[in-house]
């Protein structure tokens, strides 16, 4: 597979256009992945060793930023969050708490479940549903995103994404706790 011509990389650039992708929820991962493994050829600090330490330090620093934005754009919560946050409308979860009266009731049936779950097949019913609700905030967030380009809606969903993510973990962790 050729390599695409080296745009100029500007600091400055938002992570979607540091990686020539549109901005939008929807990615190709493997698009996406040959995209960062370019972007790492072309600004690997073995590159620069001719042109001195402070070029390797530049190259250096570049491998981080394009690191970090692969990090942001690869996983669909912060791919999200970070769309919103380009739009004007931050997530601040730690701030910003008010959700739907619908989900704040799973949230509460979720927790109260996990509660009292004392087996591995509770916890697996509850895995499989935190997976559907993962699945579908996913596909809501495409909606919100990619047809509707809605901020404020988004970040509500990122938000109970967030919470869904949340939860798996403390499932997961009572089910290896479980299983010691």
């Not at 080296?6 to 992570?15: I, V």
């Not at 601040?92 to 779950?117: C, G, I, V, Y």
């Not at 919100?144 to 939860?167: G, H, K, S, T, Y």
Request: include cysteine; charged fraction near 30%; glycine fraction near 2%.
């Amino acid at each position: 597979m050729s390599e695409a011509p080296a745009a100029p990389l500007n600091l400055q650039d938002h992570d979607f256009k540091l990686f020539g992708l549109p901005v939008r929820f929807a990615v190709d991962r493997a698009e996406l992945d040959e995209r960062w493994k370019q972007l790492q050829r072309q600004v690997h600090p073995d590159r620069f060793a001719a042109q001195g330490a402070a070029a390797q330090r530049v190259a250096m620093q570049w491998s981080v930023r394009i690191n970090e934005a692969y990090q942001r754009l690869k996983d669909p919560l912060k791919r999200a969050a970070y769309w919103c946050e380009l739009q004007g409308v931050p997530v601040n979860a730690e701030n910003n708490t008010a959700m739907p009266a619908s989900f704040l009731m799973r949230q509460m049936e979720w927790r109260e479940a996990l509660d009292e779950a004392a087996d591995a097949d509770t916890l697996d019913t509850l895995l499989a549903e935190a997976r559907d609700a993962r699945h579908e905030a996913l596909a809501t967030l495409t909606q919100l995103i990619d047809q509707e380009a809605n901020p404020a809606a988004a970040v509500q969903q990122v938000r109970a994404l967030m919470f869904v993510e949340r939860f798996t973990e403390e499932v997961h962790q009572r089910l290896e706790r479980l299983e010691s």
